[in-house]
Nanobody
Framework: QVQLVESGGGLVQPGGSLRLSCAASGFTLDYYNIGWFRQAPGKEREGVSCIRSSDDTTYYANSVKGRFTISRDNTKKMVYLQMNSLKPEDTAVYYC???????????????????WGQGTQVTVSS
């Protein structure tokens, strides 16, 4: 069955870095757009980044642009989110999600994605 498993979260000081990984199984990663979302306590889940299946075009939320980088390795069935210059406001549970086909409402809309991982906690604190 389709499965997405996130890893790499943890506690990091402000200004530090983390690399999140999303391991895909049960489907051909090459054909899927992969998004990263996050949800902080008391807030709605928001889109952080996305990498498109067709041409590896990447998208970022304004709040993370220039600090986060999304990438994928289809042969390893992995998607990564490199997070640099982390801030306390980046603290959240981070999820990866998969969608087959073109977006209708945009990459950052949760309902566009059919498959979700269980999430990994990222805490940025001194």
């Amino acid at each position: 069955q389709v499965q997405l498993v996130e890893s790499g979260g943890g506690l990091v000081q402000p200004g530090g870095s983390l690399r999140l990984s999303c391991a895909a199984s049960g489907f051909t990663l090459d054909y899927y757009n992969i998004g990263w979302f996050r949800q902080a306590p008391g807030k709605e889940r928001e889109g952080v980044s996305c990498i498109r299946s067709s041409d590896d075009t990447t998208y970022y939320a304004n709040s993370v642009k220039g600090r986060f980088t999304i990438s994928r390795d289809n042969t390893k069935k992995m998607v990564y989110l490199q997070m640099n210059s982390l801030k306390p406001e980046d603290t959240a549970v981070y999820y990866c999600a998969a969608r087959w086909g073109k977006f209708h409402s945009g990459w950052s809309v949760m309902t566009e994605y059919a498959y979700w991982g269980q999430g990994t906690q990222v805490t940025v604190s001194s």
